[in-house]
């Protein structure tokens, strides 16, 4: 095999590999050796005394053994550990994927309509600050945050429809005070045009009387019988007045009364004995007046 390194640089430089990947015919070595172009060559390796080896396989399965065994937790102690907790898997890492899953979920409920902007907010700035330590906790927090929300929104409904009805009611009272004010002024008002009215016509007796008077007066300068007539008559006038304010004075009990003698009216018996002792009262009466005459 010796004295074939020219053969070999050729091969190597027609089948374009490294020389050590060249092989040579044991058993063809004199007509090898007499190839000394690369045209030589190409017949040689069409003719397959000379080839190109083929390339070594590095077996990766061994490897992949390694890995699915690791996967499953083995060969992962204390005794196959090189370098610190922080130096095999950074705590920034673990924020940073523990922050990416947060978030993200976050925008998925945002675009879901499960949230509104201001509770995404709220639990954006909650998730920066250290307060879900995972999915789960970030999940259960929301559906709290979501019941609360909904639990106080209806106590808010009630209170306004609260609100609303005892400003009604309020109004009403307000409304009924209003109207009977208005009934009392307007009472009061009918009272006081009464009362004018009985002052006038007050006045107006009084007048009458005064001028009936002055006639009475010029009369008796004429007549002085007629004076004395006139002044029998007055203290009869004055009489009469009195007997009406009397009469108006009674008018109230006399409507008290009326039911007592709705319930004394079966008492018929006790009535007709009642009436002899009335017509004798007149006849004593006159009996007296006839004696004052004497």
């Known amino acids: 095999m010796t004295g074939l390194r020219l053969q070999k640089r050729l091969a190597a430089s ?73 130096a095999r898997l950074p705590q920034k890492v673990l924020w940073i994927r523990r922050m990416r899953v947060l978030r993200r ?92 009215a009985r002052a006038k016509a007050l006045a107006a007796a009084k007048a009458k009387a005064a001028e009936e008077a002055a006639k009475a007066k010029a009369a008796g300068k004429a007549k002085p019988a007629g004076k004395k007539a006139g002044k029998e008559a007055a203290p009869a006038k004055a009489a009469g007045k009195a007997a009406k304010g009397k009469a108006a004075a009674a008018a109230p009990a006399k409507k008290e009364a009326a039911p007592a003698k709705k319930d004394a009216a079966p008492k018929k018996d006790a009535a007709p004995a009642a009436k002899p002792a009335a017509k004798k009262a007149p006849a004593a009466g006159k009996k007296a007046a006839g004696k004052g005459k004497k």
């Open 105 to 196: 979920l976050l925008r998925k409920y945002r675009e879901a309509k499960k949230i509104d902007k201001h509770l995404y907010r709220d639990l954006y700035a909650k998730a920066k600050g250290n307060v879900f330590k995972n999915k789960r906790v970030l999940v259960e927090y929301i559906h709290k945050a979501k019941n609360d929300a909904a639990r106080e929104k209806v106590l808010a409904d009630q209170q306004a429809a609260r609100r609303t009805r005892n400003k009604a009611m309020r109004e009403r009272k307000t409304n009924r005070q209003e109207e009977k004010m208005k009934a009392l002024d307007a009472a009061a008002e009918a009272e006081a045009v009464a009362a004018a």
């Open 14 to 86: 027609v089948l374009k590999c490294g020389k050590r990947k060249i092989w040579l015919d044991p058993n063809e070595v004199n007509e090898i050796s007499m190839a000394n172009s690369r045209q030589n060559v190409r017949k040689l390796v069409k003719n397959g005394l000379l080839l190109r080896k083929p390339v070594k396989i590095h077996s990766r399965s061994r490897v992949r053994k390694l890995h699915e065994a690791k996967r499953k937790g083995r060969h992962t102690g204390t005794g196959k550990r090189r370098g610190t907790r922080e």
